[in-house]
């Protein structure tokens, strides 16, 4: 029979061989798995190439020793009475177990340090998820966030090669932040006495091929901004990808942006900074950009508090259609004109994913349902709104070199106003304002997923149906928000969002060209991968629509009329103006 030391050494042999064969599922599931999950030959940093050493480190001890245990039990088993060789395969046991544990306390601090470090450096790749579920690791800022739209969008796949690459964030920004070189004399908001400069500061914003890793990021590429300073525009100097075969492309923007104060754009929850990827195509995009939709219509007589839109078939460049307009100078590649034939002053803001931009004057008339100032058209006047063209170059549809003297796309195709497939004409149309004021708002008609709906699809986007034409330049992560807990912890995860808004007529069709009657507006929310309720944990999202969204004519969703549970209405009135998962109630509405 096995003597009890015999027994006891041959137990601690079974249960090291356990702990060795468990260490690599370990390494693949705790946080030095995610450090060494980094590295590759094409995306490394230091704390992933040292969590990929440590690992294979790890491995080749676990292998030694597992060869010790074997050897160490040979010879106690074939001892034959030998005390000596009992005592040497007793020595080389104890050292065997010794060695394992400060492995396995050598594993636990490495693994704490890395996690700490990929915390410090923002080196990790996703922030957790369950199921088949992965989130993203800084993502959560778009929508959330600092970040309010971005273009190509996350994942786009066929991108043009010929792109530029548009970030709009939530404030201003301090332009020398994005921009090498430039100086702003000290008056962040003031451009006038700048020493201008467009070279993109590589330390803050990284552009690389993503199979190249940030050490490969673009250096040749110029900035220009809109003149909010809350979007710019990196336009690479070569062609992105190749003409022969797809590539993945990453973006990261740093955690040391400032805004116009001086202060971090990323903070708190999102203090990592902000990264997206897309995939280019082989081909050029050499197709001319043309108009989908604009309102008010031709024809039409309006209250003067309307608004001017126009809606791209494609996002836009938006230091072209975006900018303001004084009274005797500033922007003019869009116009509005009163009988006076002088330009209206006013604001062009582009929106809904750089494909619309709205015009709103300056000259204040009023104020809307929630106590806010309205702004008005000249009244009882024919008003021609221009969209002009930029000059065409030497290699049609691309527009002369920057700055452009007209719209363009984001591959700076000039526009195609009658779209008949050649670039380099203007759009015009012209309307009638009346000297009335229009003060009703918008109400939801649809909505989904449905109230307290269950089983919705991980990647369903979310979508509302409103009751006429919104500003588009309202329907912003600033006044629509989509928020998650987990009921029993009360915690949320990292989720990102943006907004697409599209036309629609009388019948519930897409407006796809001018011909057609724009009378409502399709909101869709494509949003970050949704969690799964599995293992005890219940996942639970929500919308919120605050006032801030407004009609067309400057009006706030206020009360908030929409659908309730069983398809009737939720019956807001002024008196009890919130409605919560279709119930109104006086008090504002507290989700989860």
């Not at 710019?232 to 993945?248: I, K």
């Not at 973006?251 to 202060?263: I, K």
Request: aromatic residues 10%; proline residues 4%.
């Amino acid at each position: 029979m096995l003597s009890r030391a015999k027994i006891f050494l041959f137990s601690t042999l079974l249960l090291a061989l356990f702990l060795l064969v468990g260490l690599p599922v370990l390494a693949q599931t705790d946080e030095l798995a995610v450090t060494a999950s980094q590295t590759s030959l094409g995306n490394s940093d230091l704390t992933s190439v040292i969590g990929n050493i440590i690992k294979v480190f790890l491995g080749l001890l676990g292998i030694i020793f597992l060869i010790i245990f074997i050897y160490s039990g040979f010879l106690w088993m074939t001892a034959g009475g030998d005390d000596k060789q009992v005592a040497r395969a007793k020595k080389m046991l104890i050292n065997a177990v010794v060695g394992l544990v400060i492995i396995l306390f050598a594993y636990g601090i490495t693994a704490f340090i890395i996690n700490a470090l990929l915390d410090a450096t923002g080196a990790d790749n996703d922030d957790g998820g369950n199921g088949s579920v992965t989130i993203p690791a800084f993502s959560g800022s778009l929508g959330a966030g600092a970040v309010q739209d971005h273009y190509p969008w996350r994942d786009q796949t066929d991108v043009a090669r010929n792109t530029n690459i548009n970030v709009t964030f939530r404030n201003q920004m301090l332009i020398e932040s994005l921009i090498e070189g430039y100086d702003d004399s000290g008056t962040p908001l003031d451009v006038s006495d700048d020493i201008q400069a467009t070279a993109i500061k590589t330390d803050n914003i990284k552009i690389y091929a993503s199979a190249n890793g940030e050490s490969e990021a673009l250096t040749n590429v110029d900035v220009y901004f809109t003149d909010d300073l809350r979007t710019f525009v990196f336009n690479p100097v070569e062609y992105l990808g190749s003409a022969t075969e797809d590539v993945s492309y990453t973006v990261f923007l740093e955690n040391d942006l400032e805004d116009v104060n001086g202060q971090k754009i990323f903070t708190g929850s999102y203090s990592g900074g902000y990264e997206w990827s897309f995939i280019t195509g082989v081909n050029l995009d050499l197709d001319p950009p043309a108009i989908v939709s604009v309102t008010p219509v031709a024809g039409g007589a309006y209250a003067k508090n309307i608004t001017v839109q126009v809606t791209f078939d494609e996002p836009m460049d938006p230091t072209t259609v975006s900018g303001i307009r004084l009274s005797d100078s500033g922007f003019t590649n869009l116009q509005v004109l009163g009988v006076t034939l002088v330009p209206t002053a006013g604001t062009y803001t582009i929106s809904n994913g750089y494909k619309s931009v709205t015009f709103q004057s300056d000259v204040n008339c009023g104020t809307n349902s929630c106590g806010e100032t309205i702004y008005c058209l000249p009244g009882g006047q024919a008003i021609n709104t221009t969209v002009k063209a930029a000059t065409v170059g030497a290699t049609p549809p691309q527009a002369q070199a920057f700055p452009y003297d007209g719209v363009v796309d984001m591959a700076a195709n000039s526009l195609d106003g009658n779209d008949d497939g050649v670039a380099g004409d203007n759009y015009t149309w012209e309307f009638t304002t009346t000297d009335e004021i229009y003060l009703l708002g918008s109400s939801i008609e649809a909505i989904s997923p449905d109230i307290a709906a269950e089983n919705v699809a991980l990647d369903q986007d979310v979508t509302m149906i409103f009751s006429d034409i919104l500003l588009s330049s309202s329907v912003t992560s600033d006044n629509i928000t989509l928020t998650n807990t987990e009921v029993t912890s009360g915690e949320s995860h990292e989720q990102w969002y943006r907004f697409d808004v599209n036309s629609l007529t009388l019948d519930g069709l897409e407006v796809t060209d001018d011909t057609m009657l724009p009378v409502k507006s399709f909101v869709t929310i494509p949003h970050g991968v949704l969690l799964e309720s599995i293992d005890g944990k219940t996942y639970v999202y929500g919308i919120n629509v605050s006032q801030g969204v407004r009609n067309q004519y400057q009006n706030c969703y206020l009360p908030a009329q929409g659908p309730d549970a069983v398809g009737g209405l939720c019956g807001v009135t002024e008196n009890v103006p919130y409605c919560c998962n279709g119930q109104a109630q006086a008090t504002a509405c507290a989700l989860f």
